[in-house]
């Protein structure tokens, strides 16, 4: 009898590992997958309002942008930031108040909103003083349409 409980108490932990591990990788790669799915090219300039490094998103201009860094197969999807020269920078330059520009694939939020988030390939951190109309790295940025990984 004892023997018996001790194995559905196993499999009972073993069926509730799989699910939380398919679950934990299906939960973060929705957005990622909405927007490999239907890729929408957005741009999007403006401020960061809020960072959530650990929730892998951050706030511009009210939208919410998802950060990607995810092995799916044989395939890495993450969002690069870069200054305008195209040096890589850590996710920490996302702090509050930067000025960015944000290239990806804008998708819709599901839910009560039905509002349009982005999920970003590549994000620029602007310097503070730059004229973004006078300087010739912004314009060639934004005359690029954002493609997919």
Same mark, same amino acid.
């Given at each position: 009898m004892f023997l018996v409980r001790r194995r559905i108490k196993i499999?009972? &932990?073993?069926? &509730?590992?799989? &699910? &939380?591990?398919?679950?934990?990788?299906?939960?973060y790669a929705g957005p990622l997958q909405k927007a490999l799915?239907?890729?929408?090219?957005?741009?999007?300039?403006?401020?960061?309002m809020d960072a959530s490094l650990k929730s892998k998103y951050i706030i511009v201009n009210e939208k919410k942008i998802f950060l990607v860094n995810v092995h799916l197969g044989k395939v890495t999807y993450k969002t690069s930031v870069m200054n305008l020269d195209g040096r890589i920078l850590s996710w920490n330059a996302l702090s509050r108040g930067r000025e960015v520009i944000v290239k990806g694939s804008a998708i819709i939020a599901t839910g009560r909103s039905n509002s349009i988030e982005m999920v970003a390939k590549e994000i620029y951190v602007l310097p503070g003083t730059l004229s973004i109309y006078d300087d010739k790295r912004v314009k060639n940025i934004l005359a690029k349409p954002a493609t997919p990984w």
């Open positions: 499999k009972n &932990l073993f069926v &509730l590992i799989i &699910l &939380l591990w398919f679950s934990a990788g299906s939960s799915e239907g890729w929408r090219p957005a741009i999007l300039r403006g401020i960061v």
